[in-house]
Protein backbone atom coordinates (compact mmCIF):
# COMPACT_ATOMS: atom_id res chain seq x y z
CA UNK A 1 0.00 0.00 0.00
CA UNK A 2 2.88 2.50 1.04
CA UNK A 3 4.74 1.77 -2.40
CA UNK A 4 1.02 2.53 -4.32
CA UNK A 5 0.43 5.74 -2.50
CA UNK A 6 4.25 6.76 -2.61
CA UNK A 7 3.98 6.52 -6.74
CA UNK A 8 0.99 8.84 -6.52
CA UNK A 9 2.75 11.05 -4.86
CA UNK A 10 5.91 10.87 -7.50
CA UNK A 11 3.14 11.33 -10.31
CA UNK A 12 1.64 14.25 -8.90
CA UNK A 13 5.13 15.80 -8.38
CA UNK A 14 5.97 15.17 -11.83
CA UNK A 15 3.02 16.66 -13.34
CA UNK A 16 3.49 19.66 -11.01
CA UNK A 17 7.02 19.86 -12.25
CA UNK A 18 6.32 19.38 -15.71
CA UNK A 19 3.84 22.05 -15.85
CA UNK A 20 5.85 24.03 -13.98
CA UNK A 21 7.85 25.02 -17.00
CA UNK A 22 5.53 27.63 -17.99
CA UNK A 23 7.07 29.52 -15.41
CA UNK A 24 9.80 29.77 -17.94
CA UNK A 25 7.78 29.97 -21.04
CA UNK A 26 6.00 32.93 -19.56
CA UNK A 27 8.41 34.94 -18.65
CA UNK A 28 10.21 34.80 -21.90
CA UNK A 29 7.15 35.51 -23.21
CA UNK A 30 6.79 38.43 -21.11
CA UNK A 31 9.93 39.63 -21.93
CA UNK A 32 9.55 39.45 -25.00
CA UNK A 33 6.49 41.36 -25.26
CA UNK A 34 7.66 44.41 -23.70
CA UNK A 35 10.96 44.83 -25.51
CA UNK A 36 8.79 44.19 -28.70
CA UNK A 37 6.16 46.63 -27.23
CA UNK A 38 8.31 49.56 -25.91
CA UNK A 39 11.26 49.18 -28.20
CA UNK A 40 10.05 47.83 -31.63
CA UNK A 41 6.67 49.54 -31.42
CA UNK A 42 4.57 46.46 -32.21
CA UNK A 43 2.07 45.20 -29.45
CA UNK A 44 0.91 41.62 -29.71
CA UNK A 45 -3.02 41.47 -28.71
CA UNK A 46 -2.54 37.89 -28.31
CA UNK A 47 -0.26 37.97 -25.88
CA UNK A 48 -1.96 38.37 -22.56
CA UNK A 49 -4.39 35.97 -23.29
CA UNK A 50 -1.36 33.63 -23.76
CA UNK A 51 -0.50 34.80 -20.64
CA UNK A 52 -3.76 34.41 -18.60
CA UNK A 53 -3.95 30.70 -19.68
CA UNK A 54 -0.10 30.04 -19.10
CA UNK A 55 -0.63 31.40 -15.62
CA UNK A 56 -4.08 29.71 -15.25
CA UNK A 57 -2.40 26.23 -16.10
CA UNK A 58 0.84 26.45 -13.92
CA UNK A 59 -2.18 27.50 -10.92
CA UNK A 60 -4.35 24.32 -11.82
CA UNK A 61 -1.68 22.26 -12.33
CA UNK A 62 0.39 22.92 -9.42
CA UNK A 63 -2.67 21.92 -7.00
CA UNK A 64 -2.24 17.84 -6.56
CA UNK A 65 1.55 18.82 -6.15
CA UNK A 66 0.99 21.08 -3.76
CA UNK A 67 -1.60 18.44 -2.24
CA UNK A 68 1.24 15.54 -2.19
CA UNK A 69 3.37 17.50 -0.30
CA UNK A 70 1.14 18.58 2.27
CA UNK A 71 1.39 22.40 1.48
CA UNK A 72 -1.69 23.80 1.08
CA UNK A 73 -2.97 26.78 3.64
CA UNK A 74 -3.90 25.01 6.87
CA UNK A 75 -5.69 26.51 10.09
CA UNK A 76 -3.54 24.84 11.96
CA UNK A 77 -3.91 27.17 15.10
CA UNK A 78 -4.69 24.13 16.78
CA UNK A 79 -4.50 21.53 14.63
CA UNK A 80 -1.21 21.01 15.46
CA UNK A 81 -1.32 19.83 19.06
CA UNK A 82 -3.78 17.61 18.24
CA UNK A 83 -2.63 14.00 18.55
CA UNK A 84 -2.03 12.59 14.76
CA UNK A 85 -5.26 9.98 15.11
CA UNK A 86 -7.07 13.27 16.04
CA UNK A 87 -5.71 15.35 13.23
CA UNK A 88 -6.33 12.15 10.56
CA UNK A 89 -9.95 12.03 11.75
CA UNK A 90 -10.34 15.92 10.86
CA UNK A 91 -9.08 15.62 7.57
CA UNK A 92 -11.23 12.58 7.02
CA UNK A 93 -14.35 14.28 7.46
CA UNK A 94 -13.49 17.15 5.77
CA UNK A 95 -12.11 15.57 2.63
CA UNK A 96 -15.21 13.08 2.53
CA UNK A 97 -17.22 16.27 3.26
CA UNK A 98 -15.70 19.09 1.29
CA UNK A 99 -13.19 17.74 -1.25
CA UNK A 100 -14.65 14.86 -2.98
CA UNK A 101 -17.73 16.51 -3.91
CA UNK A 102 -16.11 19.54 -5.06
CA UNK A 103 -13.28 18.04 -6.66
CA UNK A 104 -15.48 15.86 -8.38
CA UNK A 105 -18.03 18.64 -9.26
CA UNK A 106 -15.01 20.26 -11.11
CA UNK A 107 -13.99 17.78 -13.42
CA UNK A 108 -17.05 16.62 -14.23
CA UNK A 109 -18.24 20.26 -15.02
CA UNK A 110 -14.82 21.25 -16.50
CA UNK A 111 -15.19 18.04 -19.10
CA UNK A 112 -18.50 19.35 -20.11
CA UNK A 113 -17.12 23.04 -20.50
CA UNK A 114 -14.07 21.50 -22.36
CA UNK A 115 -15.97 19.26 -24.76
CA UNK A 116 -18.52 22.65 -25.25
CA UNK A 117 -15.24 24.31 -26.13
CA UNK A 118 -13.88 21.91 -28.69
CA UNK A 119 -17.48 21.23 -30.51
CA UNK A 120 -17.54 25.05 -31.33
CA UNK A 121 -13.47 25.70 -31.63
CA UNK A 122 -13.55 28.29 -29.22
CA UNK A 123 -11.34 31.56 -29.35
CA UNK A 124 -10.43 34.40 -27.66
CA UNK A 125 -12.07 37.74 -28.13
CA UNK A 126 -9.43 40.19 -29.89
CA UNK A 127 -7.89 41.26 -32.73
CA UNK A 128 -5.67 38.00 -33.12
CA UNK A 129 -7.02 35.38 -31.45
CA UNK A 130 -5.83 32.06 -29.81
CA UNK A 131 -7.69 28.75 -29.50
CA UNK A 132 -9.41 28.66 -26.00
CA UNK A 133 -10.42 24.82 -25.90
CA UNK A 134 -7.03 23.44 -25.59
CA UNK A 135 -6.49 25.51 -22.00
CA UNK A 136 -10.11 24.50 -21.30
CA UNK A 137 -9.10 20.72 -21.22
CA UNK A 138 -6.38 21.72 -18.28
CA UNK A 139 -9.41 21.96 -15.98
CA UNK A 140 -10.89 18.01 -16.00
CA UNK A 141 -6.92 16.96 -16.19
CA UNK A 142 -6.18 19.27 -13.35
CA UNK A 143 -9.22 17.76 -11.62
CA UNK A 144 -8.52 14.35 -12.36
CA UNK A 145 -5.18 14.36 -10.82
CA UNK A 146 -5.71 16.25 -7.98
CA UNK A 147 -8.87 13.59 -7.01
CA UNK A 148 -6.47 10.98 -7.57
CA UNK A 149 -4.21 12.55 -4.83
CA UNK A 150 -7.30 13.40 -2.68
CA UNK A 151 -8.10 9.39 -2.56
CA UNK A 152 -4.31 8.89 -1.44
CA UNK A 153 -4.61 11.35 1.26
CA UNK A 154 -7.31 9.83 2.25
CA UNK A 155 -5.45 6.55 2.36
CA UNK A 156 -3.56 7.95 4.39
CA UNK A 157 -5.64 9.06 7.00
CA UNK A 158 -7.30 6.10 7.42
CA UNK A 159 -3.58 4.13 7.90
CA UNK A 160 -2.94 6.98 10.39
CA UNK A 161 -6.38 5.89 12.43
CA UNK A 162 -5.11 2.12 12.20
CA UNK A 163 -1.53 2.69 13.50
CA UNK A 164 -1.30 5.87 15.33
CA UNK A 165 0.70 7.48 12.91
CA UNK A 166 1.28 9.19 9.59
CA UNK A 167 2.75 7.52 6.97
CA UNK A 168 5.81 9.02 5.20
CA UNK A 169 5.11 10.61 1.85
CA UNK A 170 7.48 11.63 -1.09
CA UNK A 171 9.77 14.36 0.06
CA UNK A 172 10.71 17.75 -2.40
CA UNK A 173 12.15 20.92 -1.99
CA UNK A 174 12.24 22.27 1.74
CA UNK A 175 13.35 25.24 3.04
CA UNK A 176 16.90 25.89 4.32
CA UNK A 177 17.04 25.06 8.20
CA UNK A 178 19.88 27.29 9.08
CA UNK A 179 20.76 25.38 12.47
CA UNK A 180 20.93 21.92 10.72
CA UNK A 181 23.41 24.01 7.61
CA UNK A 182 25.58 24.66 10.60
CA UNK A 183 26.27 21.66 12.00
CA UNK A 184 26.95 20.13 8.33
CA UNK A 185 29.42 22.68 8.17
CA UNK A 186 30.88 22.27 11.63
CA UNK A 187 30.24 26.13 12.18
CA UNK A 188 29.50 27.45 15.46
CA UNK A 189 27.94 30.89 16.11
CA UNK A 190 31.37 32.52 17.78
CA UNK A 191 32.91 31.95 14.15
CA UNK A 192 30.47 34.13 12.99
CA UNK A 193 30.23 36.41 15.82
CA UNK A 194 34.46 36.40 15.37
CA UNK A 195 34.24 36.59 11.35
CA UNK A 196 32.01 39.91 11.85
CA UNK A 197 34.14 41.37 14.03
CA UNK A 198 37.19 40.96 11.97
CA UNK A 199 35.09 42.32 9.20
CA UNK A 200 34.28 45.62 10.75
CA UNK A 201 37.49 46.26 12.10
CA UNK A 202 38.82 45.71 8.18
CA UNK A 203 36.40 47.96 7.14
CA UNK A 204 36.78 50.73 9.83
CA UNK A 205 40.71 50.20 10.98
CA UNK A 206 41.76 52.54 13.94
CA UNK A 207 42.55 56.12 12.95
CA UNK A 208 40.09 56.13 10.25
CA UNK A 209 36.64 57.43 10.08
Known amino acids: MQKLLLAVDRFSTWVGQAFAWAAVVLTLLISWEV ?23 MFMT ?93 ARCVICLRDGAWPSREQDVEEVDVDKLKEMVNVKDEDIAALDTYAQRQGHPEGKA
Open 35 to 57: FSRYVLNKPHGWVLDAQIMLYGT
Open 62 to 154: AGAYTLAKNGHVRGDVLYGFFRPRTQASIDLVLYIVFFLPGIVALTWAGWTFAQDSLAIREQTFNADPLPLYPFKFIIPLAGAVLLLQGVVEI
